[in-house]
């Protein structure tokens, strides 16, 4: 997608450390997006994610659908973005990211 500048597997959302694919804890399976803001708004890239997301309400938390935020402007565009989707999709502020295993890295491209 034009402006952003990283897109890599996570887990967040949890406060255990190190956490992995086999050793979920109490986090989410994640993507950490970074983008130019002066290329493509963070709105832009939630608008994509709606387009393509579906939500499972009462999923567990290593597969639920959750919306990180890094600042109020970002929580309150998350919010809006959930439009009909509130109790589907948990918005939260973002905790400590940890990258996933290399396996996890591209997976949609080496299909």
């Known amino acids: 997608m034009y402006g952003v500048t990283k897109c890599v597997v996570g887990y967040s959302g949890g ?3 190190n ?3 086999s050793e979920m804890k109490d986090h989410t ?3 950490l997006v970074e983008f130019d803001p002066t290329l493509i708004s963070y709105q832009s890239i939630l608008e994509k994610w709606k387009a393509l997301s579906n939500p499972y309400p009462g999923a567990d938390r290593q597969y639920r659908t959750a ?4 600042n109020e402007d970002q929580e309150t565009t998350a919010r809006q973005a959930c439009g009909g989707m509130e109790d589907m999709v948990d918005v939260e502020p973002i905790t400590r990211f940890y990258l996933a295993e290399a ?5 949609l491209a080496r299909l």
């Not at 919306?67 to 890094?70: D, R």
């Not at 396996?103 to 997976?107: A, I």
């Open 15 to 17: 406060n255990e450390l």
């Open 19 to 21: 956490p992995s694919y």
């Open 29 to 31: 399976e994640s993507v």
């Open 67 to 70: 919306i990180f935020f890094c």
């Open 103 to 107: 396996r996890h890295q591209n997976f």
